[in-house]
């Protein structure tokens, strides 16, 4: 599994938001990584389709969608249209997950489920075989710039023997304090997508930082993969 870039908009300038991504993108960014909230799964509230369609215009690269809000299936097919690449929707707000992402899949996206970080990792178990990513929450959503929960390493591991026990190769995604300081050891514990705001879009040069954040990040999946154990 190659290791990716996400850049995530929460934390770019709206005034400016074509340039924030082409920056990144010169960066080396490998998707647009695009935050829903909707004030009431989160204490927040965010972007909606409109914004999916104007970075559809500027950018080529997959937008990578996450639903942080409440009854996503009304709202998924307005984001597929808008030009979203992928979609992920939260464990905690669905009751039926399975029908979900199959749904996503159906319009011809790639599906993804997500889990906060107090929701354990085999809430999963029953649709491991399903997903074709999994994003992990390594800080409470709604906020961007927040700390790193050093938790969420032991997570990732965990998560990557669920996946392989079911067969599934799907990507593990982190999102949550993703910097110069922790880029290595999400990478080392088994992630592969690394959704980076503050990290990118505050730094003083965007282009810059995600071109460091994302060689650091293929730098640790190179000694991953050498390692006695191989991938993980």
């Known amino acids: 599994m190659s290791v990716r870039l996400a850049p995530s908009i929460l934390a770019a300038d709206f005034a400016a938001l074509g340039a924030s991504v082409a920056a990144a993108e010169r960066g080396g960014a490998d998707m647009i990584h695009v935050d829903v909230m909707d004030g009431r799964f989160v204490p927040n509230i965010s972007v909606g389709p409109l914004v999916v369609r104007a970075l559809r215009r500027v950018t080529s ?53 997500v889990l906060n970080p107090s929701t354990p990792v085999g809430s999963l178990e029953e649709v491991a075989g399903d997903v074709d990513f999994v994003l992990l929450m390594t800080v409470n959503p709604g906020f961007g710039g927040q700390t790193f929960i050093p938790r969420s390493l032991s997570k990732i591991q965990a998560m990557r023997s669920l996946l392989d026990e079911a067969g599934n190769a799907a990507a593990i995604e982190v999102d949550g304090g993703i910097d110069d300081r922790t880029v290595s050891r999400v990478v080392a514990a088994g992630a592969d997508w690394l959704v980076a705001g503050t990290a990118v879009f505050r730094s003083d040069d965007a282009e810059a930082a995600a071109r460091r954040l994302r060689a650091a990040a293929v730098a640790a999946a190179q000694e991953r993969l050498a390692s006695p154990r191989g991938p993980r």
Do not use: C, Q, W, Y
């Open 61 to 113: 690269l997959p937008l990578d969608v996450h639903l942080m809000i409440e009854d996503p299936d009304r709202h998924i097919p307005a984001f597929a249209e808008a030009g979203a690449s992928l979609i992920s929707v939260h464990v905690e707000a669905l009751p039926h997950l399975h029908r979900t992402l199959a749904f996503i899949k159906g319009l011809g996206l790639k599906a993804g489920a």
